[in-house]
C-alpha cells in the first residue's frame, strides 16, 4: 500500500484546514486508518483513529474540533482540523492497518500561528 498525504500548510489560529491521505495498491486489505502528529522535540502521538466501519477515536486535546472520515471508494482518508490552536502544530501521518501490516505517509506539515 502506497500512501500520499496533502493539504498541509500555514495558517492562522482559529483557522481550518483538511488533510488528506490517499492510498493506492493492495487497498482491498486496509481494515482501520488513522492520524497521528508529531511535534518538534515530541513523541508522535495519535489524533484520530476511524475504523473499517466507520466507529472514530479522537485524542481528547482535539476533541469537537478535528473530524476524521475517508471514502472507501476513493481509498482516501480526510482529517477536518477546524478551530485550530498554535498548540496544533505538528508534522501529520496518516497511517494505514491492513490484515498484515502498517503503513505510514511520509507526513506533512502544519503549523498555526498565533
Known amino acids: 500500500v502506497q500512501l500520499v498525504e496533502s493539504g498541509g500548510g500555514l495558517v492562522q489560529a482559529g483557522g481550518s484546514l483538511r488533510l488528506s491521505c490517499a492510498a493506492s495498491g493492495s487497498t482491498y486489505s486496509i481494515n482501520a486508518m488513522a492520524w497521528y502528529r508529531q511535534a518538534l522535540g515530541k513523541q508522535r502521538e495519535l489524533v484520530a483513529l476511524?475504523?473499517?466501519?466507520?466507529?472514530?477515536n479522537y485524542a481528547d486535546s482535539v476533541k469537537g474540533r478535528f473530524a476524521i472520515s475517508r471514502d472507501d471508494v476513493e481509498n482516501t482518508m480526510y482529517l477536518q482540523m477546524n478551530s485550530l490552536k498554535p498548540e496544533d502544530t505538528a508534522v501529520y501521518y496518516c497511517?494505514?492497518?491492513?490484515?498484515?501490516?502498517?503503513?505510514w505517509g511520509q507526513g506533512t506539515q502544519v503549523t498555526v500561528s498565533s
Open positions: 497511517r494505514i492497518f491492513t490484515t498484515s501490516y502498517a503503513y
Open positions: 476511524i475504523n473499517s466501519g466507520g466507529s472514530t
